[in-house]
DNA sequence: AAGAGTTTGTGAACGCGTTAACAAAATCGA
DNA sequence: TCGATTTTGTTAACGCGTTCACAAACTCTT
């Protein structure tokens, strides 16, 4: 017997966000910081919405999911609707993760400048190549695979990043798992199985292109049948 | 007054397929390729829908936008699904991408070992800075973002893929539909307009971090909750 | 103070995607 | 040849997400 949207004492509510609100949330904040960034101290779901790139309804529904933070006939504080979210999404506190694997794609990870305004910190590298550790990567030295439990435990790290080859994605699941990672964002082109309550994300950069590919090639099809069309027609 | 389903001369369907669906093509093709090199000739739906990790029902439906190539009471014949997959996804043929932004991210993409084998092929390299310019970057050289119209117009490039800062973004997607690409992967922390007919899809490396900070977050004070509610029971 | 104008928050309709369930079609054994 | 078994292709139900449309709530003007 849950209570939905009991309230809580740090004034978050306990029911559940559907997901392609959370995965929006981001997105708001994102946008907020540029209005925040602008000077503007007040704006409406319109203009929000079209910052956003969404339908102003799906903004005011989502929002909606959190509370009721904006006030009729005005608007929503950009600063206040920004903390409500970044609370929300856990981003009052920063994320230490470890990235597995610091090959080409884990080198780019540590360096990308766009993690740290968003919470995230890269705490950790790791790699299985004994040739790759001891140096230093983005200012971090590189440890073995084999350190990973020590890391995980002394950082209290709970997010992991899979940054090898396919065939090292499932073995290195594994051993975050067994480290006492409970979320892990998968780059490797294969998919990982792992036990109730660790949360898997993929990311699978070849697919975005064949999907890309896809549609261009239905585009030039497309419009082979229709001059097909015009020469029989 | 369109046909569905009319047959083209190459066998395949003009009806579109559902986006989740193509989505999960790429998938059900690593699969194939998997069974495929451990030399299975044939499987059943059951079978390749756990190798893809997912649903067998959602798999049968996925290949039946394609057409029929099962049969009943035996499964699927490896090679030729693959094929007829292969083909519906466009990869008959190699594609061509450019990649905008020659920095950390930019560099590992074009590095990449995962796509050349799913018929994508890195053809060029552009980058607004000077520095950059006329470096050579996993033996591609490195050209001005002036030359984009040659290069695009020269290799017949549709797809490009931006892996510039987030304030470029706008700019550099407006210079890749000028120069005729109608596809478009976008890796920069920001949202860009396109016009109509040009397809973008958006990568963002911490929103996809953030999403899993979000559960972490839940799942810690999940925990709390129960210690809690076991404190005042 | 009251009416006109804004803008939020939400109920309801709609559409897409997922999943279960089953008929159709193939193989196999007697 | 016929019945039993297997597995596909498809229909129908279900659930989630999106969008519309509007009442509720606020500001502003007179």
Redesign the pocket.
Known sequence: MTLLRSPRLDGSTSRDI????V??LPVYLRALNALAEQGVMS??????AEQAG?????L??????L??????????DVEYLRYQIAREMGQTQDWDVVIVGVGNLGSALSAYQGFSTRGIRVAALVDADPQRVGTVVSGITVSPLDELDEIVADRDISIGVIATPGTAAQEVAERLVAAGITSILNFAPALVQVPDGVDVRKVDLSIELQILAYHEQRKASADKTSTDKAATA
Request: proline share 6%.
């Open positions: 559907p997901d392609a609100t995965a929006r704006c409406a779901s319109n203009e929000l969404v339908n102003p309804a799906k005011r529904k989502d929002l909606s999911y509370g009721s933070y904006g006030t009729r006939g005005v608007g929503y």
